[in-house]
């Protein structure tokens, strides 16, 4: 490589550095969102256990959880899976900035798209994550019947 040429690697080196850690910031998001992903399973689990030995209203409130539940899981999992293609999208884009270097292709508009498209999957899956999270505050209600208790103490 002549000098010339190793200044530009060292330019879009230097340009890819953004998406690079925006990549970091996704594992971060990604980090929390496996996270819960493994306590609602673990939630599942116990209830799973307590549900064929209960009866009356706690059987319809087990029941109700547990599809909650597995409408979380749906939900979580469209969340982190719409937040690894942004991740994959972005790893294209840094990839098609050496590759139009390198072969000397004029793909800023193809770059500019994937760029588009990532923070759009990334929209998505913070979207996804949204609902998901208001959908486990919605299971953790206090039943009436224990807040009538706590009063007559």
Known sequence: MDAA???TV???IQTAIAPVFLLAGIAGILNVMVGRLAR???RARGLEQLHPRSTGPEHDRHVWELRLIDRRITVINSAIFLSVASALAICLVVALMFVSL????HIGGI???AFIVSMLL???GLIFFLVEV???LGAIHVREEL???DARK
Not at 102 to 105: F, K, P, R, S
């Open 111 to 113: 770059v500019a798209v």
């Open 5 to 7: 040429s190793l200044s």
């Open 102 to 105: 390198l072969v000397n292709l």
């Open 10 to 12: 060292s330019s879009t």
């Open 40 to 42: 609602i399973v673990d």
């Open 147 to 149: 807040l009538e208790l």
């Open 122 to 124: 990334l929209m998505g």
């Open 134 to 136: 208001r959908m486990s």
